[in-house]
């Protein structure tokens, strides 16, 4: 198992985050899920708008394959590139542990 941490910096305005959230929904996620092996991932922001996006997926390679795939999408009508800002930077790790956690109820 691998993860991929994807880092927007702030600040990021309002309109910033609203087509950021708009591409996720409706252009990014589509092209992730269209790749087998992707297992979940965690959107984290700030008040000021940074984010990072933790990635798990079953392997590198899936990670590679789902970066390509984003990457290929067209932006959709509507979407202004220049609110789109790229990431920052990103980051691949092997996972070496799992610690699952039932909230309390056992």
Not at 18 to 31: C, L
Not at 75 to 91: F, I, W, Y
């Given at each position: 198992m691998y993860a991929q941490l994807t880092y927007f910096d702030g600040p990021r305005g309002p309109e910033q985050l609203?087509?950021?959230?708009?591409?996720?929904?409706?252009?990014?996620?589509?092209?992730a899920l269209s790749v087998p092996g992707n297992i979940a991932t965690y959107v984290l922001r700030r008040a000021d708008g940074a984010?990072?996006?933790?990635?798990?997926?079953?392997?590198?390679?899936?990670?590679?394959d789902t970066q390509k795939a984003i990457m290929s999408?067209?932006?959709?009508?509507?979407?202004?590139?220049?609110?789109?800002?790229?990431?920052?930077?990103?980051?691949?790790?092997?996972?070496?542990?799992?610690?699952?956690?039932?909230?309390?109820?056992?």
């Open positions: 609203a087509a950021a959230d708009f591409a996720a929904k409706q252009r990014i996620t589509p092209a984010e990072v996006v933790v990635s798990i997926a079953e392997s590198e390679q899936v990670l590679i999408t067209q932006l959709l009508p509507g979407e202004d590139a220049a609110l789109l800002r790229g990431a920052d930077r990103v980051e691949i790790y092997p996972v070496l542990e799992v610690f699952e956690y039932d909230g309390g109820q056992s």
